[in-house]
């Protein structure tokens, strides 16, 4: 059976070291997509259980699936709601809204005052990424919002930054400068701001200075950074298939669609049952960016195109190089000189993101001896109070 399997101890070490790192911040698992495709509700458990207290996603329906799975600590919508229906939804689960614009706070404060119950809520503040949120420089506006929001509290603000991997780093200090001011002016017309937060895992890690009273982390779970670990994550996932077949072919013979590839000697294969619907090879396009064509980003471009590693499996200790163009659901590995068995484990190092949602996310047991527990700080975070729906 191909899979995709989550080794427990890997997390445990990767939120150890978030955790560390964190200090006195509080620690919001980002958990959009699916969590990053490893599965919603087992990656959160799990978040929870090793201490995980904030949650946040970018979708409604991650957010009430959360909440319905019993996930007790707070969940913030990334996104802002309009929809009467939706709002009255998210209230009902105590999930909290984030405030884009004054028309957004209208819309949440209408149902708010309907429905009498406790609604949190975050400012989202644009300083620079373009993609939601008040413009840091609207201050009369947002002092405005949060004032009609009578029946809403406000308990954080927050913004994104657009450029924590660039090399520059002019782009980061300037948010960050932009988001301390309007932090600092609302304080001081006498808004209570709550929490502030604005690093996510790359500008945390390289930034650490902005990690505010909370830090927003994805991929740092994962171990997946987009910088160079000096810390000692760990990955956590990997896709799991087995070898369904093994034999020799003849040199000169093809190999997979399209008349790709050709063996240059007598070459012993092994058919493995994982492909592109397992999402291997399926990859973003992580060509560095650039706002035009000129001759420096085509060179860039083709430099990537050739310099990209070749997919391989690990079979064992090995590395085996797949050959030929991968198909859905089977690829081919050339194992000439070692002796592999039908039914033996390949395992392929992947984004989750892109294994299809079908294929099963298996997770490895938690190990009790860890030492997680011993670090998890003390409860700081009030749980919401209960809820009546009316
Ligand atoms: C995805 C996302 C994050 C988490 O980013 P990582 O780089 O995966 O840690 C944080 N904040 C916002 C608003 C996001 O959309």
Redesign the pocket.
Known sequence: MTSLTINNEALVNNTNIIKKLSDTSEVIA?V?GNA?GLGLRSFAKLLEQNGIRYF?V?DLNEAIDLRESGIKGEILM?TPLYNDADLHQAIIQRITLSITSKACGVAAENIAAKLRLPVHAHLCIDTGFGRYGFLDSKTAEIIETVQLMEHIQTTGI?S?FYGAGCKDTKHVYKQYNRFLTVCDTLTNAGISIGMRHIA???SFLRFPFTKLDAI?????FLGRLALADKWGFMPICKLEANISDIYTLPKGHNVGYGNGYTTSRTTTIAVVSAGYYHGLSVERQTIPYSRRFTPISMLRALKHQITRKELTATVGTHQFPVIGKIGMNSLILDITGYSLSVGEKVTFSINPIYVNSSIPRIYSEYCSNSTLYNSVKEETTEEFPLLKVI
């Open positions: 980002v959009k990053y946040a970018t990334l927050f994104h996510a895992t790359t927003r982390i994805g991929s740092g």
